[in-house]
Nanobody, 125 residues
């Protein structure tokens, strides 16, 4: 399984960015796909996740209502649409895949066996 994240950049507060995560090397049936972020000096934290089958979505409270995670099964791509960005959203964002996650563990980075490289998101005030 390989994951390739893209779409980061510099944006002003209140702006929007869309991150993409291209997946390959697997069927991903039954997988959960997640986005995590890590700011300098902080631990990696959960942002959002979606089920490959069914498309159910889960969000951290800090991004609920502003970020939207979707997946395109045909393109094997997971998206993270980020609106109303805040300076505190500044971080390196990474996508990850988990073949065995249950809902209660979707927020745990250690549950994810596959990771893409990160993409930098910087929100200026």
């Amino acid at each position: 399984v390989q994951l390739q994240a893209s779409g980061g950049g510099l944006v002003q507060a209140g702006g929007s960015l869309s991150l993409h995560c291209a997946a390959s090397g697997g069927t991903f049936s039954g997988y959960s796909m997640g986005w995590f972020r890590q700011a300098p000096g902080k631990e990696r934290e959960f942002v959002a996740a979606t089920r490959w089958n069914g498309g159910h979505t889960y969000y951290d409270d800090s991004v609920k209502g502003r970020f939207t995670i979707t997946r395109d099964k045909a393109k094997k791509t997971v998206y993270l649409q980020m609106n109303s960005l805040k300076p505190e959203d500044t971080a390196i964002y990474s996508c990850a895949a988990c073949g065995t996650c249950i809902v209660s563990s979707l927020h745990l980075p250690r549950q994810y066996g596959y990771w893409g490289q990160g993409t930098q998101v910087t929100v200026s005030s």
